[in-house]
């Protein structure tokens, strides 16, 4: 087996080769295990506000059961779109537990991108924070929805503190448009309601959907990836399996910057964590990094933590993060986008604990792959396959690679998705022979360790070579003046394309002299950058991934 799999023989002790699959049929009968056996424990803290396991079994039925009483029935949709809030796992919970299909949804969504996740999805219900309600109603005559939650951010934070959060929301930081949506009801109205309702809690089959997913939107039209039960059930195994053994059940305090609904912090954060008894810190803003950074300093200090590379790297650069309080934090995990060498060792000078990086898309619920903490770990690896989960290195032409050979990164596994929902073309061109196909160009060396080099369709070709976006931007974002980068290639009569660099200071005295010089130092001259260009801030998605698109699209109207 060692010789299929090479990773194993650099597996942490105690990791398993396999999860069991099959050990729960489903996410309801796992979660309703954690909520006995964790009944005082805090589940989830936001705004200083906890909800115990006890509180989330209580209220997510409650939750159920409403919408139920409002003519939903298992296998409809439901729509949560919100930040951070103790809302969003009472609601994910409770629709789960009356066998209604989550459909996460980005809140800063634009009304034309909502329509068409909503249109697509076919959703009948939705749980909106109040800050995107006037978004809605440009739209839901449009869609299915019939049955509408609105909920202003502090309503599940008590009387006096959710009263005053909202008042400075609404009138100070003005962030609520006016809006004027029918027949709507608050979040506790609708617990309300649903405490005078019994739930028949609906446990589903391993291959029901529960989630659908969406995801492509930087890249051409959104696609609902449809996890199932088990998909979720396995990748929360095979989290546990990897990293479990680290952490101490009843004990944990865990800091969640990444929203819920990003299938990263969903999985981890919603999911997995639960089954220690874990302690979730949810941040509604992120981009606040005082605020971020003050959780470190609490009563209850942070012992792990997730992220991603652009939130480190504006943490290791921020002046207070310095002198917060790492004492218990035992490691961080990095997914989303690729975690680069500088950030990674920044944080690790800082906090002492090591920033370790994940690997996987949302078709598979989402982590294939892992770095180990117990030493081995190679930093600007995305580590080894998790259990039960295969990778391997293919060309063009389909066929598997050696070791140290690089080409397209594919997926096997029990948290591969089920598939697109109502794209079967799609789904047939992204799973082959049960292999997801990633898009992802990568290698792996001796020890079954893997490397990203980049992504194929941001692959730069300069005069027949290959140049890779993640390899320049690793480069000069290991320079001191230089805070944040992206690379894109854009055409060249001479050579196809060159490399261009996009660059934001954190030292102002810098020049362009400076970069070129120093990429002539770090860098084979067809990887050089032709192009420079400062500015003060790049695009990006809302969990903080450079968006390269964007970058090209620039250009492209030049």
Not at 39 to 64: E, H, I, R, W
Not at 246 to 252: A, D, T
Not at 426 to 432: D, H, L, M, R, V
Request: aromatic share 8%.
């Amino acid at each position: 087996m060692s010789e299929e799999r090479p990773w194993l023989k650099n597996y942490p002790k105690g990791v398993p080769a396999n999860i069991d699959a099959e050990k729960f049929l489903n996410v309801v009968e796992m979660l309703e295990g954690c909520f006995k056996k964790y009944n005082d424990l805090v589940a989830f803290s936001n705004m200083g506000k906890d909800l115990t396991y006890g509180q989330l079994d209580t209220l997510s039925k409650q939750f159920g059961a409403y919408l139920i009483y409002r003519g939903l029935q298992p296998g409809d949709k439901i729509a949560l779109m919100m930040p951070n809030l103790l809302q969003y796992p009472i609601a994910l919970f409770g629709a789960l537990r009356a066998g209604i299909i989550v459909v996460n949804t980005n809140p800063l969504y634009t009304p034309r991108e909502m329509k068409h996740q909503f249109t697509d999805a076919g959703v009948k219900a939705i749980v909106i924070a109040e800050n995107y309600a006037a978004n809605l109603e440009k739209i839901i005559d449009t869609t299915s929805i019939k049955t509408v939650i609105v909920t202003p951010l502090g309503e599940m934070l008590g009387a006096v503190k959710g009263l005053v959060t909202n008042l400075v929301v609404k009138y100070v930081k003005k962030m609520i448009p006016k809006y004027d949506l029918k027949n709507i009801v608050s979040f506790k109205q609708a617990l309300s309601e649903g405490k005078t309702q019994e739930l028949d809690v609906h446990y589903g089959q391993p291959n029901d959907t529960i989630l659908i997913q969406y995801t492509g939107g930087t890249t051409g039209v959104a696609k609902g990836a449809e996890l199932t039960n088990r998909n979720l059930v396995s990748n929360m195994q095979q989290v546990g399996g990897f990293l479990f053994q680290f952490l101490e059940e009843g004990k944990e305090v865990a800091l969640s910057p990444l929203p819920m609904y990003h299938i990263f912090a969903f999985t981890v954060h919603a999911l997995a964590l639960l089954s220690v008894g874990t302690k979730n810190v949810l941040v509604t803003n992120p981009r606040d990094l005082p605020s971020v950074i003050k959780e470190f300093n609490k009563k209850e200090p942070i012992t792990l933590m997730t992220g991603v590379n652009t939130l480190f790297n504006a943490l290791t650069s921020h002046p207070d993060f310095a002198t917060a309080n790492f004492a218990s934090l035992k490691f961080a995990v990095g997914g989303g986008m690729a975690v680069q060498r500088p950030v990674a060792e920044r944080f690790e000078k800082i906090t002492g604990a090591k920033l370790i990086e994940g690997y996987g898309m949302t078709e598979s619920s989402p982590v294939a792959s892992c770095n180990p903490i117990d030493g081995t770990d190679k930093i600007g690896s995305i580590g080894m396959p998790l259990p039960s989960t295969e990778l391997r290195i293919i060309d063009e032409d389909g066929n598997v690679l050696a070791q140290g050979q690089v080409g397209e990164i594919q997926i096997k596994g029990p948290q591969v998705m089920k598939g697109y929902y109502n794209r079967p073309e799609a789904t047939a061109e992204t799973i082959k022979n049960g292999w997801l196909c990633t898009g992802d160009i990568g290698q792996m060396d001796e020890n079954g360790f893997f490397k990203i080099v980049d992504r194929k369709k941001d692959m730069i070709l300069v005069s027949g070579f290959n140049v890779y976006p993640n390899e320049i931007e690793e480069v000069l974002a290991s320079h001191p003046k230089i805070s944040e980068v992206a690379a894109i290639g854009v055409p060249d009569p001479k050579s196809t394309e060159a490399v261009k660099v996009f660059i934001v200071k954190s030292d102002k005295s810098l020049t362009k002299e400076e970069v070129k010089a120093f990429c002539a130092e770090n860098m084979t001259g067809y990887k050089k950058p032709k192009h420079i260009a400062f500015r003060e801030e790049l695009p990006k998605t809302n969990v903080g991934k450079i968006l390269r698109r964007a970058l090209k699209e620039e250009e492209a109207k030049k």
